[in-house]
């Protein structure tokens, strides 16, 4: 089974701080994702990086950063939280192979900015 | 561009009624299609997946899906569903030739089963 560990369930941050929301992956996949999830919003994507120290814009890039300095982990980087960047946030990884090219979702990190 | 329109957000069952979500994309092209669930408290998990050959796709819990390529559908289905279906059900949809692959979701179904 393919594991998405996001290191950090519950955060709760104050505005102005910054956050760094870490995943690790254990399936050596080239892709990986974040995003944030909102109620009524569905899933929108923050970055994403389909290698080692690649990263692209998803569609929400605003007031975020990330950081692929190897295969297995993505680290997300607010680098000073606001109050609207209270979200739920999921890591996912991407199976590219010819049977597979599903997403593989981390459990979530729910940051509350305050 | 593509997107992913999810026509219920929110839609309320008993059990053993039949079930059936409306999702229509917009990309044009070749596109390879997912329902994926999260049940209360758990994290997302694939529920089933289409990328050619049978349009009529099953996946786990008795659920499938019709692809209508002339429609741009991937309605999802279940025939009776149960109180532990209860859960946020997304539609995505990935190309490809679009940015390494990479899903656009819908805004997510919620449903809830009465016992």
């Known amino acids: 089974d393919v594991k998405v560990t996001q290191s950090s369930r519950y955060l709760v941050k104050r505005t102005g701080e910054k956050v760094f929301l870490e995943c690790v992956q254990d399936?050596?996949?080239?892709?990986m994702f974040w995003y944030r999830q909102d109620p009524g919003l569905g899933l929108r994507l923050i970055y994403f990086s389909y290698d080692v120290k690649m990263k692209e814009k998803g569609d929400i890039p605003e007031g975020y950063s990330v950081s692929r300095e190897k295969k297995e982990r993505f680290s997300l980087i607010l680098e000073s939280a606001s109050t609207n960047q209270t979200s739920m946030y999921l890591c996912a990884t991407r199976d590219s192979s010819l049977s597979g090219n599903t997403i593989y979702f981390g459990e979530g990190s729910w940051l509350t900015v305050v | 561009a593509q997107s992913v329109s999810q026509h219920n957000h929110h839609v309320i069952l008993s059990e053993a009624a039949s079930l059936e979500l409306g999702c229509n994309y917009s990309y044009g092209g070749t596109v390879n299609l997912f329902w994926y669930v999260q049940y209360p408290g758990q994290h997302l998990q694939l529920l089933l997946k289409y990328f050619s050959g049978d349009p009529l796709v099953k996946g786990i819990k008795g659920f499938e899906a019709e692809f209508i390529k002339s429609k741009f559908s991937f309605n999802l289905r279940k025939p009776s569903v149960q109180w532990s279906d209860t859960a946020e059900y997304f539609c995505?949809?990935?190309?490809?030739?679009?940015?390494?692959?990479?899903?656009?979701f819908g805004d997510g179904t919620t449903l809830t089963v009465k016992p």
């Open positions: 399936m050596d996949h080239e892709n």
């Open positions: 995505a949809v990935n190309n490809e030739n679009f940015s390494a692959g990479k899903s656009t």
